[in-house]
């Protein structure tokens, strides 16, 4: 599978965002989809996820209750509101998915065997 990722850019302290992530190949059906961020000299990290295609989504706490993440099956594309972004949320913002994944595994970048080629987000404060 293909993971193309878009809708990111510029935008203030306090702002919005929404990225999406279009797969091509195959459809989402029962992988895990997940969204990194990689901020420069930083390590690739966890951001949200939906787990097999279900109604379980999880969060890093740092975007809890900020960052909503959905999965829309008729357009097999998988969405990621920002709402109320801070500087700290700039990085370029990936999404990942693997129909293998334990869900114990699903916070793990290595766990997912398919990537997009992220997406950055500025967030000016």
């Known amino acids: 599978v293909q993971l193309q990722a878009c809708g990111g850019g510029l935008v203030q302290a306090g702002g919005s965002l929404r990225l999406s992530c279009a797969a091509y190949g195959r459809t989402f059906s029962r992988q895990t989809i997940g969204w990194f961020r990689q901020a420069p000299g930083k390590e690739r990290e966890f951001v949200a996820a939906i787990f097999r295609s279900g109604s379980n989504t999880y969060y890093a706490d740092s975007v809890k209750g900020r960052f909503t993440i959905s999965l829309n099956n008729a357009k097999n594309t998988v969405s990621l509101l920002m709402n109320s972004l801070r500087p700290e949320d700039t990085a370029v913002y990936y999404c990942?998915?693997?129909?293998?994944?334990?869900?114990?595994?699903?916070?793990?970048?290595?766990?997912?065997?398919?990537w997009g080629q992220g997406t950055l987000v500025t967030v000016s404060s």
């Open positions: 990942a998915a693997d129909p293998s994944i334990i869900l114990s595994a699903l916070r793990t970048p290595q766990s997912y065997g398919y």
